[in-house]
């Protein structure tokens, strides 16, 4: 116990910098079912394992230089599950809190959850809400977990906002910049990620941080997310740090050169 508390106190300089700065990485966890089906179980059991894996991520990002994590836990797609598979779905929130909520309040984490609320049970949304009322006052992490949600959702909630703004007379629809847009969605409060990272093979981002996404750096592994730790987070964020990140502009050199 004593040797895992370790990487977080609160308003502390993170550990790992490099004197870079901190990164925003975003997870879509993937492949909890085939990583069942392979050993012959329900996927069920895949997804209690995917939650060990999300605990060994929250833990390990600290000393990555994460300094804001976010992950897709259920998307908006996700109800067209079987019902007993969306029933342990629903019940990852609270597997996941009732064991780690304490050491995520004692070790500086601040936790958000993103998505809409209709569909889910009273009794989720509390345990959700008090996960982040407890963890209100902590900024060493921030960890953002998206759960019924949409990317496409989320912009069409953004969009309906700032309708009633215009409608209610208290803007204009000119107002309407990007950065006045961006205000309106459920992440307003983060930078946009650095990183987005998918395990499992797939590649495509599946309706998450659509809008965020615009020059997000994307890294595809080939693991199942139940198998997911430390060493392939550090691996998915050696290669973005090869990258060049542009922006859509061009880099000074080569301004000089074709000069
Ligand atoms: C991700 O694993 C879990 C969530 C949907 C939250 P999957 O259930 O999508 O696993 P695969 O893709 O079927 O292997
Ligand atoms: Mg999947």
């Not at 089906?37 to 230089?65: D, M, W």
């Not at 008090?130 to 963890?135: D, I, K, Q």
């Not at 909630?157 to 910049?177: H, I, M, N, Y």
């Not at 997000?216 to 060049?244: C, G, N």
């Amino acid at each position: 116990m004593a040797a895992q508390e370790n990487t977080l106190s609160a308003g502390a300089p993170i550990e790992g910098a490099d004197g870079e700065a901190p990164l925003h990485v975003a997870i879509v966890m993937d492949g909890n079912g085939r990583w069942a089906k392979r050993r012959g179980l329900p996927r069920t059991v895949g997804h209690q394992a995917g939650v060990e894996a999300l605990k060994r991520i929250v833990q390990a990002a600290p000393s990555l230089n994460i300094r804001w994590l976010t992950i897709f836990g259920f998307s908006t797609e996700n109800w067209s599950r079987p019902v007993a598979e969306v029933a342990e779905l629903m019940a990852l929130p609270q597997r996941y809190f009732r064991t780690d909520l304490p050491r995520l309040e004692r070790e500086g984490v601040r936790v958000r959850v993103i998505g809409r609320s209709e569909g889910l049970s009273r009794e989720l949304v509390k345990i959700c809400r008090e996960a982040e009322a407890r963890t209100a006052s902590n900024d060493s992490l921030y960890l953002t977990i998206a759960f019924n949600y949409g990317g496409q959702a989320d912009i069409a909630s953004a969009a309906q906002r700032f309708a009633e703004e215009v409608a209610a007379g208290r803007a204009k629809p000119g107002d309407l910049t990007e950065a006045k847009f961006a205000e309106y969605l459920s992440t307003s409060d983060l930078p946009p990620p650095d990183l987005i990272v998918r395990p499992s093979g797939e590649q495509r981002l599946s309706n998450f941080v659509l809008w965020e996404a615009a020059y997000a750096e994307f890294v595809f592994q080939d693991v199942l997310w139940p198998d997911y730790s430390a060493e392939h987070l550090k691996a998915a964020i050696a290669e973005y740090r090869t990258r060049d990140r542009r922006y859509g502009a061009v880099i000074t050199d080569d301004v000089l050169a074709a000069g």
